[in-house]
């Protein structure tokens, strides 16, 4: 089966009941047969559920469905895209380990490399994703991870997966760690190019509603069992009502992504032509962004999000965002209806001005999520905000 008869096809297993629909399974634990099948699962010698906090069939549905999308060996879900992307790290480096990370990354994530990770001894090292060759010079000896958004938040630089793969040939032991969440596993699979893993903010694309929150990481099965024992004695699991809903709004993952990115492109166009108030577009299927051949070879379509500048700094900023009648203004994105959010004071507000800068982040700085709405009203919207705004 193609990718999007996959996604609706694949389910859990159907009961005596014979649903149509896979149920909600609500239950912290699982009955054991027999004293012999309750030793056995313990041992891991054959597959079973034990507790919800390990396994329940609605999060092993939701993982097998990303993982068919990714082409991963295997999975592991998450109660937010943060304790993803935390477990990915957490599960597999040690005191004295170092990360070397592209520059551009969330801000929870910056927090994680620069302010928590310190205090256990776990060190890392920025390079910028337009001087990439930089990476080469970064790696130390206990060099253990290699970590990197593409395209990243908010910025919406992209990293050369294929190239940055060729690295392994010299540093086997290095382990490469995508985060995915802004092109979604529909637009580019990290993994073909050789990355090791791949994590994602359920809550954003995967959900599309902006409902529940969630994460799941995929790739190498041995990986992902040291991230299984790192999550089965800290215990950031997904709930079952959230992975229930997550796998079954995958199933429409496609329709929606095609209808995000034909929005999204015809918005960065529109806002292109507006050169009275928009300092700079960047989305990465528009002609104009400086890694478009890349975009072009490494993502299927450019994504849902479009990021600018309008001129006249902070000030305009806030009255663009006060203006604004149909784009919602918050910190989320990859949900149904366009959202609007200002990363200088919201999403990467805790770090300074120059730690901003040097990742693209100005006071004037727009970061668009758009929406499924009709194309017109958009534009409409947006036009109006601006000449509000000046």
Same mark, same amino acid.
Not at 143 to 159: H, K, Y
Not at 169 to 179: A, F, G, M
Not at 320 to 332: G, P, R, Y
């Given at each position: 089966?193609?990718?999007?008869?996959?996604?609706?096809?694949?389910?859990?297993?159907?009961?005596?009941?014979?649903?149509?629909?896979?149920?909600?399974?609500?239950?912290?634990?699982?009955?054991f047969?027999?004293?012999?099948?309750?030793?056995?699962?313990?041992?891991?010698?054959?597959?079973?559920?034990?507790?919800?906090?390990?396994?329940?069939?609605?999060?092993?549905? %939701?993982?097998?469905?990303?993982?068919?999308?990714?082409e991963?060996?295997?999975?592991?879900? %998450?109660?937010?895209?943060?304790a993803? $992307?935390?477990?990915?790290?957490?599960?597999l480096? =040690?005191? @004295?380990?170092?990360i070397?990370s592209?520059?551009?990354?969330?801000?929870?994530?910056?927090?994680?490399?620069?302010?928590?990770?310190?205090?256990w001894?776990?060190?890392?090292?920025?390079? +910028?994703?337009?001087?990439?060759?930089?990476?080469?010079d970064?790696?130390?000896?206990?060099?253990?991870?290699?970590?990197?958004?593409?395209?990243?938040?908010?910025?919406?630089?992209?990293?050369?997966?294929?190239w940055?793969?060729k690295?392994k040939?010299?540093?086997?032991?290095?382990?490469?760690?995508?985060?995915n969440?802004?092109?979604?596993?529909?637009?580019?699979?990290?993994?073909k190019?050789?990355?090791?893993?791949?994590?994602?903010?359920?809550?954003?694309?995967? +959900?599309?509603?902006?409902?529940?929150?969630?994460?799941v990481? $995929?790739?190498?099965?041995?990986?992902?069992?040291?991230?299984?024992?790192?999550?089965?004695?800290?215990?950031?699991?997904?709930?079952?009502?959230?992975?229930?809903?997550?796998?079954?709004?995958?199933?429409?993952?496609?329709?929606?992504?095609?209808?995000?990115?034909?929005?999204?492109?015809?918005?960065?166009?529109?806002?292109?032509?507006?050169?009275?108030?928009v300092?700079v $577009?960047?989305?990465?299927?528009?002609?104009?962004?400086?890694?478009?051949?890349l975009?072009? =070879?490494?993502m299927?379509?450019?994504?849902?999000?479009?990021?600018?500048?309008?001129? @006249?700094?902070?000030?305009?900023?806030a009255k663009?965002?006060?203006?604004?009648?149909?784009?919602?203004?918050?910190?989320?994105l990859? +949900?149904?209806?366009?959202i609007?959010t200002?990363?200088?004071?919201?999403?990467?507000?805790?770090?300074?001005?120059?730690?901003?800068?040097?990742i693209g982040?100005?006071?004037?700085?727009?970061?668009?999520?758009? @929406?499924?709405?009709?194309? +017109?009203?958009?534009?409409?919207?947006?036009?109006?905000?601006?000449?509000?705004?000046?």
């Open positions: 089966m193609k990718e999007e008869s996959k996604l609706i096809r694949t389910q859990a297993k159907r009961s005596e009941n014979r649903e149509h629909s896979v149920p909600l399974y609500l239950t912290s634990s699982f009955i047969d027999d004293a012999e099948q309750g030793r056995a699962i313990f041992a891991e010698e054959i597959a079973g559920n034990v507790y919800s906090r390990y396994s329940n069939p609605n999060t092993t549905e %939701f993982i097998e469905k990303v993982c068919e999308l990714e991963a060996e295997a999975g592991l879900a %998450f109660s937010s895209g943060m993803a $992307v935390f477990a990915s790290f957490a599960a480096l =040690k005191s @004295g380990d170092h070397i592209f520059r551009s990354v969330f801000g929870s994530t910056h927090q994680l490399l620069t302010t928590l990770f310190p205090r001894g776990i060190t890392s090292t920025y390079v +910028d994703a337009f001087n990439p060759e930089a990476i080469y970064a790696i130390q000896e206990n060099t253990r991870m290699i970590f990197l958004e593409t395209p990243s938040n908010p910025g919406l630089e992209l990293v050369d997966l294929e940055l793969c690295i040939e010299k540093y086997p032991h290095i382990i490469i760690n995508v985060d969440c802004f092109a979604t596993p529909y637009l580019q699979k990290p993994i190019f050789g990355v090791d893993l791949v994590s994602h903010s359920a809550t954003k694309y995967m +959900d599309g509603q902006g409902r529940v929150l969630g994460g990481v $995929v790739g190498r099965k041995d990986l992902m069992k040291e991230i299984m024992f790192f999550i089965r004695h800290t215990g950031p699991a997904m709930s079952a009502f959230n992975a229930w809903l997550l796998s079954k709004s995958l199933e429409t993952l496609p329709i929606r992504m095609d209808r995000h990115c034909s929005n999204a492109l015809a918005v960065a166009t529109f806002l292109e032509s507006m050169k009275d108030d300092e $577009v960047r989305y990465p299927h528009l002609p104009s962004h400086p890694q478009y051949e975009a072009k =070879k490494q299927k379509q450019g994504g849902g999000i479009v990021t600018f500048v309008v001129k @006249g700094g902070a000030e305009r900023a663009f965002l006060d203006a604004l009648n149909m784009v919602l203004f918050s910190s989320n990859g +949900d149904s209806r366009s609007a200002h990363p200088a004071t919201t999403t990467h507000s805790k770090l300074t001005e120059e730690e901003r800068k040097n982040i100005f006071q004037g700085t727009i970061r668009l999520s758009v @929406g499924l709405e009709n194309i +017109d009203d958009l534009r409409s919207d947006l036009e109006q905000a601006l000449t509000k705004s000046r």
